[in-house]
């Protein structure tokens, strides 16, 4: 019954931007940690980025440090990935994911947490 469902990928132009979104529906708490994952083809998948509404606590990756940042809105039950000064390294499906229990990120920070809840992931791509 737990579903995320991913939207706002497409094609961008290195230095451009895009606002993903993650939109959580059969989850009875806002306590959780959702993160963002991608893969590329042929690569493993990384993780990107983390938010935690209970201790307010987010995470990213060094590759996307300074240029990415998540936020949340509870109300809407929406987690969002603002990716500024997109480089020809970020493209990939992007993935939003959530086990729904725990309330730290840091589990988030192993690009191999295999979390129970994925979307089904967003495309994006970089080229001019």
């Known amino acids: 019954q737990v579903q995320l469902v991913e939207s706002g990928g497409g094609l961008v132009q290195p230095g451009g931007s895009l606002r993903l979104s993650c939109v959580a529906s059969?989850?009875?708490?806002?306590?959780?940690?959702i993160g963002w994952f991608r893969q590329a083809p042929g690569k493993e998948r990384e993780g990107v980025s983390c938010?935690?509404?209970?201790?307010?606590?987010?995470y990213y990756a060094d590759s996307v440090k300074g240029r990415f940042t998540i936020s949340r809105d509870n109300a809407k039950n929406t987690v969002y990935l603002q990716m500024s000064s997109l480089k020809t390294e970020d493209p990939a499906v992007y993935y939003c994911?959530?086990?729904?229990?725990?309330?730290?990120?840091?589990?988030?920070?192993?690009?191999?947490?295999?979390?129970?809840?994925w979307g089904q992931g967003t495309q994006v791509t970089v080229s001019s």
């Open positions: 994911a959530t086990d729904g229990i725990l309330r730290s990120c840091s589990p988030y920070h192993s690009d191999s947490y295999n979390p129970d809840y």
């Open positions: 059969g989850l009875t708490s806002d306590e959780y940690a």
């Open positions: 938010i935690s509404t209970w201790s307010g606590s987010t």
